[in-house]
């Protein structure tokens, strides 16, 4: 298949919804220019489809190979991640200090989906490498950060975050590796670290894992976690390449997806390196802090998988398209002279339709998620500041949840669309279901995501920024029957029935949120038991509310000079899809809903039934 990044539609959400050019007007961008960011946009979408969309069919054909605790990586991948590392896209949203380009991370959340609608698998090298960089720059010392981060930041060493043992899945308290202290100041690691992405390898000259263990005299639990730097090399003091440490990769998985990322058990302390029984590491911050320092990572992490999950079903629904443009057969239910492509057969409509719907909901929360990250970052408002710092901690676990559990759906109508030819591995729509299927999983479970969202995002400030995005699209909804009053006779209709379809959308958000406040307290497990259909019902009505601004900004009249660069078909196809998801897609929370109040029965009747115990 041949991959084009959708840059017209990152083009739209960046100017209406996520407000990059008010972005650029801060200080920290203002050498920054739109010119800039479409070039940006440009180069990468040749870039993405040139060099990495080619590799995605070898890197499900011919995985890395691991022989006596190497990996190697296939040639084809050495070449894409050479262009990569050439062209500097490691480095796009890190700071000029460290080599990098200091650029919006709304703009890099484009240049990484479409990185990861290219090739999943490969992806996932630089999405960890950008996970240690932020993690080193918030918590590293600076004899930390001069070492590791400017080689990262360029691409010459990449990384990887080390927090799963075979008897600790989800649960961290039980991570046993132990940091035996050195009279250097130096720490060696002992123990076993499993499904570790990109843990070996021979695409960079070094990898710098950040490892969660434990040192002699820690609490147990979470907060005897600490965090260590343990490179593959050593680094001497001028910045080359020492001695291999002591940490070793003993295999590799065998996956039903990704398996162009090798996922490594990575063995500490079995004297297999070059400096002696011991990984050697060195501490970030202060002892048994590690847990806090690696959700740094981890947060960066958990975005940066929603917006996998947003470029692999960007790549199935292109996929999808185009078979069915192309694919004849059947007369058309209201009679043809012959068979006709399927893509006019209203059920492969139907198909087609959500697929897009519910990948342009989830890009454009993920855009106002990072522009959100942004502005907490550099406005100079402290209030705002905080506010958006807020918006975007409630976004993260919506983001990655949301956009990954939608990936499963449409990369398996993907496959429905193809019919037969869909199981069949050689037309490509299978990959992408079979890729898609660890999204969920990996860097926090939905389950985890939703417990995350009630949590720590809806229940520590009350319920607050809920009910702000709530009056958001209220608003919204209001501002649809005004403009509707001045529209023509068929755009009319729409936007009335996107606007109804939004308020009773909020209805039954603000009806749970309400639920989620006043039962935790006395019934925490029926809260619970619909944490997941919370978190996919906010994610329904945000991507829903902004479909809403996206038509709202189809009829704007006052945007007609920025229209000029986009086509007259674009427009039209956004407000279709807009109607489509506030029609076809937004009821779904009313159920959801439902569900989410019936949340006592559903522990009423596990608790009169055996099959749960």
């Given at each position: 298949?041949?991959?084009?990044?959708?840059?017209?539609?990152?083009?739209?959400?960046?100017?209406?919804?996520?407000?990059?050019?008010?972005?650029?007007?801060?200080?920290?961008?203002?050498?920054?220019?739109?010119?800039?960011?479409?070039?940006?946009?440009?180069?990468?979408?040749?870039?993405?489809?040139?060099?990495?969309?080619?590799?995605?069919r070898i890197s499900d054909q011919y995985p890395p190979i691991c022989q006596a605790g190497h990996v190697r990586m296939p040639d084809p991948i050495h070449l894409a991640f050479k262009r990569f590392v050439d062209g500097g896209w490691q480095g796009l949203r890190h700071p000029e200090q460290w080599g990098g380009q200091g650029l919006p991370k709304l703009l890099a959340t484009a240049t990484t989906e479409n990185l990861y609608a290219a090739n999943v698998a490969f992806s996932l090298c630089p999405m960890l490498t950008d996970g240690v960089i932020e993690a080193?720059?918030?918590?590293?010392?600076?004899?930390?950060?001069?070492?590791?981060?400017?080689?990262?930041?360029?691409?010459?060493?990449?990384?990887?975050?080390?927090?799963?043992?075979?008897?600790?899945?989800?649960?961290?308290?039980?991570?046993?590796?132990?940091?035996?202290?050195?009279?250097?100041?130096?720490?060696?690691?002992?123990?076993?670290?499993?499904?570790?992405?990109?843990?070996?390898?021979?695409?960079?000259?070094?990898?710098?894992?950040?490892?969660?263990?434990?040192?002699?005299?820690?609490?147990?639990?979470?907060?005897?976690?600490?965090?260590?730097?343990?490179?593959?090399?050593?680094?001497?003091?001028?910045?080359?390449?020492?001695?291999?440490?002591?940490?070793?990769?003993?295999?590799?998985?065998?996956?039903?997806?990704?398996?162009?990322?090798?996922?490594?058990?990575?063995?500490?302390?079995?004297?297999?390196?070059?400096?002696?029984?011991?990984?050697?590491?060195?501490?970030?911050?202060e002892e048994n802090r590690g847990l806090e320092y690696m959700f740094i990572m981890m947060n960066a992490a958990r975005f940066a998988v929603g917006v996998q999950g947003i470029g692999v079903s960007e790549a199935a629904t292109q996929q999808a398209l185009t078979y069915a443009r192309d694919r004849v057969q059947s007369r058309a239910i209201e009679g043809s002279a012959g068979p006709v492509a399927i893509i006019q057969h209203p059920d492969v409509q139907r198909m087609l339709m959500t697929m897009r719907a519910l990948t342009e909901g989830a890009r454009a929360i993920a855009c106002v998620a990072a522009a959100a990250d942004d502005l907490s970052l550099e406005h100079p408002d402290v209030e705002v500041r905080r506010e958006q710092h807020a918006l975007y901690d409630y976004l993260v676990p919506v983001v990655k949840g949301f956009s990954t559990e939608c990936s499963l759906e449409v990369s398996s109508l993907g496959v429905q669309v193809h019919g037969g030819m869909g199981f069949i591995e050689q037309t490509g729509a299978a990959q992408f279901y079979r890729d898609a299927r660890i999204l969920t999983i990996y860097e926090g479970t939905t389950a985890i995501q939703a417990n995350d969202l009630i949590g720590r995002?809806?229940?520590?400030?009350?319920?607050?920024?809920?009910?702000?995005?709530?009056?958001?699209?209220?608003?919204?909804?209001?501002?649809?029957?005004?403009?509707?009053?001045?529209?023509?006779?068929?755009?009319?209709?729409?936007?009335?029935?996107?606007?109804?379809?939004?308020?009773?959308?909020?209805?039954?958000?603000?009806?749970?949120?309400?639920?989620?406040?006043?039962?935790?307290?006395?019934?925490?497990?029926?809260?619970?038991?619909?944490?997941?259909?919370?978190?996919?019902?906010?994610?329904?009505?945000?991507?829903?509310?902004?479909?809403?601004?996206?038509?709202?900004?189809?009829?704007?009249?006052?945007?007609?000079?920025?229209?000029?660069?986009?086509?007259?078909?674009?427009?039209?196809?956004?407000?279709?899809?807009?109607?489509?998801?506030?029609?076809?897609?937004?009821?779904?929370?009313?159920?959801?809903?439902?569900?989410?109040?019936?949340?006592?029965?559903?522990?009423?009747?596990?608790?009169?039934?055996?099959?749960?115990?």
């Open positions: 298949m041949a991959y084009r990044a959708p840059v017209d539609d990152f083009k739209f959400v960046f100017h209406y919804l996520a407000d990059m050019p008010g972005l650029l007007r801060l200080s920290a961008f203002a050498g920054v220019e739109c010119d800039l960011v479409d070039a940006v946009l440009e180069e990468n979408a040749t870039f993405t489809a040139e060099a990495i969309a080619p590799t995605n080193l720059l918030l918590t590293g010392s600076d004899t930390q950060k001069k070492t590791y981060v400017e080689p990262l930041v360029s691409g010459k060493w990449t990384g990887t975050m080390n927090l799963t043992e075979p008897q600790s899945g989800s649960d961290l308290s039980l991570v046993s590796t132990k940091a035996v202290t050195q009279t250097d100041g130096t720490y060696r690691l002992f123990g076993q670290k499993i499904y570790i992405t990109f843990g070996e390898h021979d695409l960079a000259e070094n990898i710098v894992h950040l490892v969660l263990a434990r040192t002699a005299d820690a609490p147990p639990g979470v907060k005897g976690l600490s965090l260590f730097i343990v490179p593959k090399f050593l680094v001497n003091a001028d910045g080359s390449l020492g001695a291999r440490n002591d940490v070793w990769c003993a295999s590799i998985e065998h996956k039903l997806g990704i398996h162009g990322s090798p996922t490594a058990v990575l063995l500490y302390g079995d004297d297999k390196g070059e400096v002696g029984q011991g990984a050697i590491g060195t501490l970030v911050g995002k809806t229940l520590r400030d009350g319920g607050a920024t809920a009910q702000r995005l709530s009056q958001s699209m209220k608003q919204t909804a209001a501002a649809l029957r005004d403009r509707a009053a001045r529209a023509d006779v068929s755009e009319c209709a729409g936007l009335h029935l996107i606007a109804d379809h939004l308020l009773r959308a909020v209805t039954h958000y603000d009806a749970v949120v309400c639920y989620v406040l006043e039962q935790t307290k006395e019934n925490i497990r029926a809260v619970y038991a619909g944490s997941v259909p919370y978190l996919m019902l906010t994610g329904y009505v945000l991507s829903g509310w902004l479909m809403a601004r996206a038509a709202l900004a189809c009829m704007d009249a006052e945007t007609e000079a920025f229209k000029a660069g986009l086509s007259p078909d674009f427009m039209k196809n956004k407000f279709a899809t807009a109607v489509f998801y506030a029609g076809v897609i937004l009821p779904r929370t009313q159920a959801l809903a439902d569900a989410i109040h019936q949340g006592v029965v559903l522990t009423q009747a596990v608790e009169h039934s055996t099959l749960m115990h």
